[in-house]
């Protein structure tokens, strides 16, 4: 049997990694990266020294076959991604998926958990959080509208990622469909130097964002709070 391990990365601070993640890491014979150079820092951090392999979103399906036939000779990999929990709005699941299908009787796929930016965010809003529904990246164009409007008839907390371009555009959109009152969370660069949790209705938060856009900079998680 060999193993694939799915080991959850800081997402920011280089502290946020468990025990076992490191040693799961020391122990892999080879890690499944995505940028390579991204987890080099946390590599030379820990000073783990392995073998990396690239595995990201555009990876060809020829590379995917040659990740298989890495586990199918009995090698132990440890698949990260550039910030948090492999599979989770990162590349990943697709590989899990064929590894399942395909050496389902000879792999042990193994979670290795740890953070990840949905979960922080939500710990943090105070907004109810005994079951949410997790968007990821909202689409650009096809299916956003009726995205919003499903947010707005939530009966639960509902979570998505946004990146730093299309943020204030979001938040107007909430704007035009949710009750006035409804709260909003914003937690922004979680973990890092410039971390912060912001809470208020939209109007509250576009008239701060707007004012401030030394804010509307990194990464961030958007929660709309259950009606
Ligand atoms: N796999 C990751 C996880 O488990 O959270 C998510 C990866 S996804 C490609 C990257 C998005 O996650 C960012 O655009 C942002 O929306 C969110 N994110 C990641 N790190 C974050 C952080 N430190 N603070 C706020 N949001 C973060």
Same mark, same amino acid.
């Given at each position: 049997? #060999?193993?694939?391990? *799915?080991?959850?990365?800081? *997402?920011?601070?280089?502290?946020?990694?468990?025990?076992?993640?490191?040693?799961?890491?020391?122990?892999?014979?080879?890690?499944?990266?995505?940028?390579?150079?991204?987890?080099?820092?946390?590599?030379?951090?820990? #000073?783990?020294?392995?073998?990396?392999?690239?595995?990201?979103?555009?990876?060809?399906?020829?590379?995917?076959?040659?990740?298989?036939?890495?586990?199918? @000779?009995?090698?132990?990999?440890?698949?990260?991604?550039?910030?948090?929990?492999?599979?989770?709005?990162?590349?990943?699941?697709?590989?899990?998926?064929?590894?399942?299908? /395909? $050496?389902?009787?000879?792999?042990?796929?193994?979670?290795?958990?740890?953070?990840?930016?949905?979960?922080?965010?939500?710990?943090?809003?105070?907004?109810?959080?005994?079951?949410?529904?997790?968007?990821? =990246?909202?689409?650009?164009?096809?299916?956003?509208?009726?995205? =919003?409007?499903?947010?707005?008839?939530?009966?639960?907390? %509902?979570?998505?990622? @946004?990146?730093?371009?299309?943020?204030?555009?979001?938040? /107007?959109? $909430?704007?035009?469909?949710? /009750?006035?009152?409804?709260?909003?969370?914003?937690?922004?660069?979680?973990?890092?130097?410039?971390?912060?949790?912001?809470?208020?209705?939209? /109007?509250?938060?576009?008239?701060?964002?707007?004012?401030?856009?030394?804010? %509307?900079?990194?990464?961030?998680? %958007?929660?709309?709070?259950?009606?």
């Amino acid at each position: 049997m #060999s193993n694939l391990y *799915i080991v959850a990365t800081p *997402i920011g601070n280089l502290e946020d990694i468990t025990f076992r993640a490191i040693e799961t890491l020391k122990s892999a014979d080879i890690i499944l990266c995505e940028d390579t150079r991204v987890t080099k820092k946390l590599l030379d951090r820990y #000073s783990i020294v392995k073998p990396t392999i690239s595995y990201h979103s555009q990876s060809k399906l020829k590379k995917i076959d040659e990740i298989i036939e890495l586990l199918r @000779e009995g090698k132990n990999l440890a698949l990260v991604s550039d910030a948090g929990t492999p599979a989770i709005s990162d590349p990943g699941s697709f590989l899990v998926s064929r590894v399942r299908r /395909e $050496l389902f009787d000879s792999v042990r796929i193994i979670p290795i958990p740890g953070p990840s930016a949905v979960v922080s965010a939500l710990s943090a809003s105070g907004f109810p959080a005994s079951d949410f529904l997790f968007l990821g =990246f909202l689409p650009h164009k096809k299916g956003r509208q009726a995205l =919003f409007e499903e947010i707005k008839n939530s009966k639960r907390t %509902v979570v998505f990622y @946004e990146s730093p371009h299309r943020f204030l555009k979001s938040l /107007e959109s $909430l704007g035009s469909v949710l /009750e006035s009152k409804r709260l909003i969370a914003i937690g922004r660069e979680l973990t890092k130097i410039y971390e912060e949790t912001r809470v208020g209705t939209t /109007e509250e938060l576009l008239s701060f964002y707007s004012s401030n856009p030394d804010k %509307v900079r990194g990464e961030f998680v %958007v929660i709309v709070r259950a009606l």
